[in-house]
């Protein structure tokens, strides 16, 4: 049993405990419910994955002719079912 139905279970034997003091007290016996065991966290980061590109610009993003510098990034759009829209601006520097 969790502390919780441990709660539950006095207060229907008649006792008036807070759920915290039972909580603690079982902390301090060691006693802890077996059968219940959370669930871990999906985490989906994987490091650096590919090669990462030069930094060419050097945040230097002005120049003096038109067109010179171009540069985009690609955005991924889940859609409905298995479908996949991919959206990529092209942006003048």
């Keep these: 049993y ?6 539950l279970e006095l207060q229907a034997q008649g006792y008036e405990i807070n759920h ?6 079982m902390a301090e016996l060691d006693l802890k419910c077996v059968k ?3 669930k871990s966290r999906y985490r989906s980061y ?5 090669t990462v590109a030069k930094n ?7 120049t003096s002719h038109a067109l ?3 540069v985009t990034d ?3 759009f889940k859609c409905t079912g298995e479908e996949k829209l ?7 520097l």
Aim: aromatic share 12%; proline share 2%.
């Design 2 to 7: 969790g502390y919780r139905r441990i709660h």
């Design 20 to 25: 915290k003091k039972v909580q603690r007290l």
């Design 36 to 38: 219940f065991i959370r």
């Design 46 to 50: 994987k490091g650096k994955v590919g």
């Design 56 to 62: 060419r610009l050097n945040r230097r993003f002005h």
């Design 68 to 70: 010179q510098k171009l």
């Design 74 to 76: 690609v955005t991924e």
């Design 86 to 92: 991919y959206f990529s601006p092209l942006m003048d």
